[in-house]
């Protein structure tokens, strides 16, 4: 079986990382072969895409309101033609726009939902008709467009995602709920409990709907109980600078650290004993997965993709309330009893080993054998 895996660049992200682990894992299996291709030179994996078939392939398509869409497709085209896949997966609306252009039909096409893709919406006038939304309009109809000309199935990374899709994909289009995974082993880790009892890691691209503010805000709350943690911010993005303005005036710059972007979270798992997320809206919360399968308890918003993975008083904490002493209560439970953090971490990782990324491949390539 030949596979092909479609997303436009191998930028930071869940997504991101998901397509490389599934790769990495597809091509293990004797009868498969498996190719990644990108549209664009961005890598925070080099490290793992080396391992693995990694083709950068320039490739657009944009639409014009005024005239004629722009496109770049001979290449992939050329290169498809050539590779002859029985499987082409794709992942992120860019990837299903460019391929919405491509013309081959030998190939089961599986479009992956890692969140709930605002370019399907129905168009609504009740608010007025700006610019994005005519450009979604249209490009939901290039994309639509290219679905019905070929046999197709969608994979959802959630229950969230699953519903959403159903609700704004054409009836009749085969779906699966397939929740994310990750290499388990890769976060297997031995903490000095004394050591680690002072930190927290929260990880996630630093851009409003992650809402590291309510985490600093969570900081600030434990310090006037007299609880002298430091929280580790692993990843970047366009709000770093109000962040850390915001650190400078809770005077917690010796207790909060903005990190960037990290190769290997894992060394910050194993020297916390809770991992912290405060997302405003998670599609699934791939990190969550990381961090219990480095036997952390999670205390979490409820961000709903997040509702599939926590348990409440099991594996961690979700609270609906975003209220930072109601966050910081869960904390400092965990904090001062030993026994429960013991209980939690243990039921956190036996949860997380359901998702390995083993058990994952081996469904899909049960969905990919029904070719959608």
Same mark, same amino acid.
């Given at each position: 079986?030949?596979?092909?895996?479609?997303?436009?660049?191998?930028?930071?992200?869940?997504?991101?990382?998901?397509?490389? @682990?599934?790769?990495?894992?597809?091509?293990?299996?004797?009868?498969?072969?498996?190719?990644l291709v990108t549209f664009h030179e961005d890598n925070a994996y080099a490290f793992l895409s080396g391992k693995i078939n990694h083709r950068i392939i320039s490739s657009t398509v944009i639409p014009s309101l005024r005239g004629k869409m722009k496109k770049n497709v001979h290449e992939?085209?050329?290169?498809?033609?050539?590779?002859?896949? @029985?499987?082409?997966?794709?992942?992120?609306?860019?990837?299903?726009?460019?391929?919405?252009?491509?013309?081959?039909?030998?190939?089961?096409?599986?479009?992956?939902?890692?969140?709930?893709?605002?370019?399907?919406?129905?168009?609504?006038?009740?608010?007025?008709?700006?610019?994005?939304?005519?450009?979604?309009?249209?490009?939901?109809?290039?994309?639509?467009?290219?679905?019905?000309?070929?046999?197709?199935?969608?994979?959802?990374?959630?229950?969230?995602?699953?519903?959403?899709?159903?609700?704004?994909?054409?009836?009749?289009?085969?779906?699966?709920?397939?929740?994310?995974?990750?290499?388990?082993?890769?976060?297997?880790?031995?903490?000095?409990?004394?050591?680690?009892?002072?930190?927290?890691?929260?990880?996630?691209?630093?851009?409003?709907?992650?809402?590291?503010?309510?985490?600093?805000?969570?900081?600030?709350?434990?310090?006037?109980?007299?609880?002298?943690?430091?929280?580790?911010?692993?990843?970047?993005?366009?709000?770093?600078?109000?962040?850390?303005?915001?650190?400078?005036?809770?005077?917690?710059?010796?207790?909060?650290?903005?990190?960037?972007?990290?190769?290997?979270?894992?060394?910050?798992?194993?020297?916390?004993?809770?991992?912290?997320?405060?997302?405003?809206?998670?599609?699934?919360?791939?990190?969550?997965?990381?961090?219990?399968?480095?036997?952390?308890?999670?205390?979490?918003?409820?961000?709903?993709?997040?509702?599939?993975?926590?348990?409440?008083?099991?594996?961690?904490?979700?609270?609906?309330?975003?209220?930072?002493?109601?966050?910081?209560?869960?904390?400092?439970?965990?904090?001062?009893?030993? @026994?429960?953090?013991?209980?939690?971490?243990?039921?956190?990782?036996?949860?997380?080993?359901?998702?390995?990324?083993?058990?994952?491949?081996?469904?899909?390539? @049960?969905?990919?054998?029904?070719?959608?």
């Open positions: 079986m030949k596979i092909l895996h479609v997303i436009p660049s191998l930028a930071k992200g869940g997504a991101e990382r998901l397509v490389l @682990d599934i790769c990495i894992a597809l091509q293990e299996i004797p009868h498969v072969e498996v190719c992939l085209q050329q290169f498809i033609e050539d590779f002859q896949p @029985d499987i082409i997966h794709s992942h992120l609306f860019e990837s299903e726009m460019v391929l919405s252009q491509i013309r081959y039909e030998k190939a089961a096409y599986f479009v992956h939902f890692h969140d709930n893709m605002n370019q399907f919406e129905a168009l609504k006038v009740l608010n007025g008709i700006s610019k994005q939304k005519l450009t979604n309009y249209f490009e939901k109809k290039i994309v639509l467009k290219g679905y019905s000309k070929r046999k197709l199935a969608v994979i959802n990374i959630s229950n969230d995602t699953f519903e959403y899709s159903k609700r704004v994909l054409p009836k009749g289009i085969k779906s699966y709920l397939m929740p994310n995974a990750i290499n388990t082993s890769s976060f297997a880790c031995v903490r000095d409990l004394n050591t680690a009892f002072r930190r927290i890691t929260l990880i996630g691209s630093l851009v409003d709907k992650k809402g590291q503010d309510l985490a600093i805000q969570v900081m600030f709350e434990l310090h006037q109980r007299g609880i002298h943690l430091h929280l580790d911010i692993l990843g970047e993005g366009k709000d770093r600078s109000k962040l850390q303005q915001m650190i400078n005036d809770f005077n917690l710059t010796e207790y909060i650290t903005l990190h960037g972007n990290v190769d290997f979270p894992v060394d910050f798992l194993q020297n916390s004993f809770v991992y912290l997320h405060t997302a405003k809206y998670e599609p699934f919360g791939l990190v969550l997965l990381e961090a219990m399968a480095a036997d952390l308890p999670v205390v979490c918003t409820d961000a709903m993709g997040n509702r599939d993975l926590i348990m409440e008083g099991y594996n961690g904490f979700i609270l609906e309330d975003r209220n930072p002493q109601l966050i910081a209560d869960k904390i400092e439970m965990l904090y001062n009893n030993r @026994d429960m953090w013991f209980e939690i971490s243990k039921n956190a990782k036996v949860f997380s080993n359901e998702f390995d990324i083993s058990i994952y491949i081996s469904k899909l390539l @049960d969905v990919y054998e029904l070719k959608g």
